[in-house]
């Protein structure tokens, strides 16, 4: 099966509402993300890619992770090509300057973000969370990520994914 893309703003409909509203705020600014509709039980980043011929490597996942300190719990984006693992307890941890760093609870992750989980994207995500990329991710010409639904996937460059305004880029990976 092929994907057909289409300018994301064109079907918003494909899109959840955090991040049909981001994408219409930042769009000039970071270039045409496209979208493609999807069978929504083949989101999952393996299934997907096998039954849609999409490579690991062209495929990148939003990692959610808490970060604590204090008392206090933080939460941060990070963006991996899925032939990838984030250095949750390293890099990630240090960078965010937490005591304890681990992945945001699934049903957290939902709710904060208003997004289906396995859809989750670094588009229309809470102001005050920043956005760790990837460098591998950042050169990356068109990366396929999450649409914040599981029906279907958005592709942006790794540039403009390094460009949103709360996004820094790091190599993430242990």
């Not at 057909?4 to 955090?18: K, N, S």
């Not at 963006?79 to 945001?104: Q, Y």
């Not at 050169?139 to 639904?149: E, F, L, Q, W």
Request: proline letters at 5%.
């Amino acid at each position: 099966m092929t994907l057909h893309w289409v300018p994301a703003t064109e079907r918003i409909d494909l899109l959840a509402d955090p991040v049909a509203t981001a994408l219409s705020e930042i769009e000039p600014e970071i270039g045409q993300v496209e979208v493609a509709e999807i069978d929504p039980g083949l989101a999952d980043t393996a299934a997907f890619c096998e039954r849609y011929g999409v490579t690991l490597d062209e495929s990148a996942n939003c990692v959610v992770v808490a970060a604590k300190r204090g008392g206090e719990t933080r939460y941060a984006a990070c963006m991996v090509l899925a032939t990838m693992r984030v250095d949750v307890n390293g890099v990630v941890r240090r960078h965010l300057d937490a005591r304890k760093a681990s992945f945001a609870p699934m049903d957290d992750a939902v709710r904060l973000t208003g997004m289906e989980y396995g859809g989750i994207t670094p588009l229309g995500l809470p102001e005050e969370w920043p956005i760790l990329v990837d460098a591998h991710v950042a050169r990356h010409a068109r990366v396929v990520i999450g649409s914040g639904v599981r029906r279907s996937k958005l592709a942006v460059s790794g540039a403009a994914l390094a460009g949103l305004k709360r996004a820094e880029v790091l190599s993430l990976a242990g």
